[in-house]
């Protein structure tokens, strides 16, 4: 009994040595942690970029959704409403727009024909008067001639060299172009008033050229509405669009936050979306266990829902910062109290056979095996 307790004994420290160094060998080539967690970075929440009432949530939680799928809309009658409004008063404002350019057109045609007239009147006026000018020139002559006429044969008649009938025909000549210079006196006056008249014509034709520019900037007051207006059309079309909502992926819903006839405002959340197809493992890692963990080292890992199931992966990154680093409350080592605690950093592995059961937030355990 001796000799098989002996045996069984010294079996016994065999086999724990031998599992002892399997476990040593097994923790010194792989670096060993159970702070793993199933992450994703396709977790999306979803929302609304209008306000209002919705009336429809077509999605629950765990169902598949498929890329540009309608999952959620908003009562969107208040908002079409306002567009056929919109669309409304651009229509009355472009008709009104057309109108206003018509009259435009014809008034600038209608002002350069009166400047047009009233110039060619203006000119006429001016020729009128530099010939009736001509005409008093001339009549002047001839009454002159006259006059000296007169005279001389005044003389030669009270010689009686010349008979009285020649002095009554020179004293008739006198008098007829003394009438016809008076009338052309009176004529010249008659024509100067006339062109003060068509000047005066000329100017209120220019003026009117004023109601020419008002009318330009009555028609840029109604092309700036219009703008304005198809710019608050273009906003209300899209705060339609906005009232439904799509999915951006492919994926399964993780969370639904409201129900049908709930009131939102825009930005609250509706739906978080997650791919399953986009996993990966982040470990809190030791940084007394870092020694060998580099970036494309092989993973094994173990998720606690599935113990009995191998999953392989490799080491993506290893981030620059611990995970104190980013703690709400840093540690303050300034009063020169100072214990040191042993650091993690987040290591992120890819999952080289991930399966569809997996889900987000699933802890896990992982062995990375170490370079050299």
């Known amino acids: 009994m001796k000799r098989i307790g002996t045996v069984v004994l010294i079996l016994l420290i065999v086999v ?9 060998r097994y923790r010194t080539h792989n670096a060993v942690s159970d702070a793993a967690f199933i992450r994703t970075d396709s977790l999306t929440t979803l929302a609304f970029k209008v306000g209002g009432r919705v009336d429809s949530m077509r999605k629950i939680e765990g169902e598949r959704v498929k890329k540009g ?8 009658r208040d908002f079409k409403v306002a567009r056929d409004e919109l669309v409304r008063m651009i229509d009355a404002l472009r008709s009104k727009l057309e109108a206003l350019k018509i ?3 014809k008034t600038a045609r209608d002002v350069e024909i009166g400047i047009k007239s009233a110039e060619d009147r203006v ?7 530099a010939a009736q000018r001509a005409q008093i020139g001339i ?6 001639l006259a006059i000296r006429d007169l005279r001389r044969f005044q003389k030669l008649y009270h010689g009686n060299l010349v008979q009285k009938q020649k002095i009554d025909e020179l004293t ?3 008098t007829v172009l003394l009438a016809t210079l008076k009338a052309q006196k009176a004529k010249i006056q008659a024509l100067k008033s006339q062109l003060l008249a068509a000047q005066d014509n000329v100017e209120a034709a220019k003026n009117a050229k004023k109601s020419v520019a008002i009318l330009d900037k009555e028609i840029a007051a109604l092309t700036q509405q219009i703008a304005a207006k198809s710019k608050a059309l273009e906003e209300m079309q899209n705060k339609i669009a906005y009232c439904n909502l799509y999915a951006p992926f492919d ?13 939102v405002k825009k930005g609250s959340p509706i739906y978080a979306l997650v791919d399953p197809k986009d996993l990966h493992v982040e470990v809190l890692l030791s940084e007394k266990k870092l020694q060998g963990v580099k970036k494309g080292n092989k993973v094994l890992i173990h998720v606690d829902a599935y113990p009995d199931r191998d999953y392989h992966g490799k080491v993506q990154d290893i981030l620059p910062a611990s995970a104190a680093t980013f703690a709400l409350v840093p540690r303050d080592i300034a009063s020169g109290e100072f214990t040191k605690l042993d650091q993690r950093f987040v290591v992120r592995i890819t999952l080289d056979d991930p399966t569809p059961d997996l889900k987000v937030g699933m ?6 095996r170490r370079g050299d």
């Open 103 to 105: 009259k435009r057109q």
């Open 16 to 24: 724990f040595a031998i599992i002892g160094i399997n476990y040593v």
């Open 69 to 76: 799928e309608l999952i959620a809309h908003i009562d969107d």
């Open 139 to 144: 009549s002047q002559a001839k009454l002159q």
């Open 172 to 174: 008739t000549q006198k």
């Open 123 to 129: 000119a006429a006026l001016v020729h009128q008067i």
């Open 363 to 368: 802890g896990a355990n992982v062995a990375i």
């Open 251 to 263: 994926g399964r819903v993780a969370k639904k936050y409201i129900n049908t006839g709930r009131v």
